[in-house]
């Protein structure tokens, strides 16, 4: 069975510092997304890196892949109030029937304080 | 460009009582449509997947089922609700080109409480 953990769950940081987001996973796969949740919102794709060593950066956000660890990261550079939400880990397997099934990780709620 | 509606966008339904959720894309043929349930503060769990008309991957047994009736339809439904059916039901859809499958796009979504 596929496990995807995040940490931290929850996630507190002043305006103008940065921090990673962890996203470890437990089967070997080749590809993972990232995903945004407001509040009460559905949600909204950020990144797929699909290969080891791949780095995908839009604004603050900069996403990771290695492979080999199994492991993904998001970091945020210089954190704005804008980015509080919640961030979605997500593996993607092959269904063996023309789909992809993605496991997600439990989230990591980021609370940015003025 | 494509489009993911889901309706309707608030439910509130006794125990014992049937359900029917109902998810359409438009601008793309033959996607891969999914429905998935996120619990309160938990994480999204993958319910139902479809590669096409009438062809549909069940994930977890419980007393929900999903129909697809045409290409873009994507249908929901349990003939009687449980409190712990109570969630948002997220429907995403994904390019289908054999292997190499897209990154899921989300619907708005339908929170559902049972009572």
């Known amino acids: 069975e596929l496990k995807v953990e995040q940490n931290p769950l929850f996630l507190s940081m002043q305006e103008g510092k940065n921090y990673t987001i962890y996203c470890n996973y437990s089967?070997?796969?080749?590809?993972l997304y990232w995903y945004r949740q407001d509040p009460g919102k559905s949600l909204e794709s950020l990144f797929v890196l699909l290969s080891n060593g791949a780095v995908k950066q839009e604004g603050r956000l900069m996403a990771s892949l290695d492979t080999k660890a199994r492991l993904s990261t998001l970091h945020i550079t210089a954190a704005v109030h804008d980015l509080s939400a919640t961030y979605f880990c997500?593996?993607?397997?092959?269904?063996?029937?023309?789909?992809?099934?993605?496991?997600f990780g439990k989230g990591t709620k980021l609370s940015v304080i003025p | 460009s494509q489009t993911i509606h889901q309706w309707p966008a608030t439910l509130v339904q006794p125990v014992g009582s049937p359900l029917s959720l109902e998810c359409t894309v438009e601008g793309t043929s033959n996607p891969n449509l999914y429905w998935y349930r996120q619990a309160a503060g938990r994480g999204l769990q993958l319910l139902f997947y479809s590669v096409g008309i009438g062809q549909i991957s069940s994930e977890v047994p419980q007393n929900l089922s999903a129909s697809r009736p045409q290409d873009r339809q994507f249908i929901l439904s349990s003939k009687k609700l449980l409190l712990s059916d109570s969630g948002f039901y997220l429907c995403a859809w994904s390019v289908a080109s054999g292997r190499w499958t897209d990154t899921q796009y989300f619907g708005p979504g339908t929170r559902l409480t049972v009572l």
């Open positions: 997500a593996v993607g397997l092959y269904s063996g029937a023309g789909s992809y099934q993605l496991t």
């Open positions: 089967t070997t796969s080749d590809r």
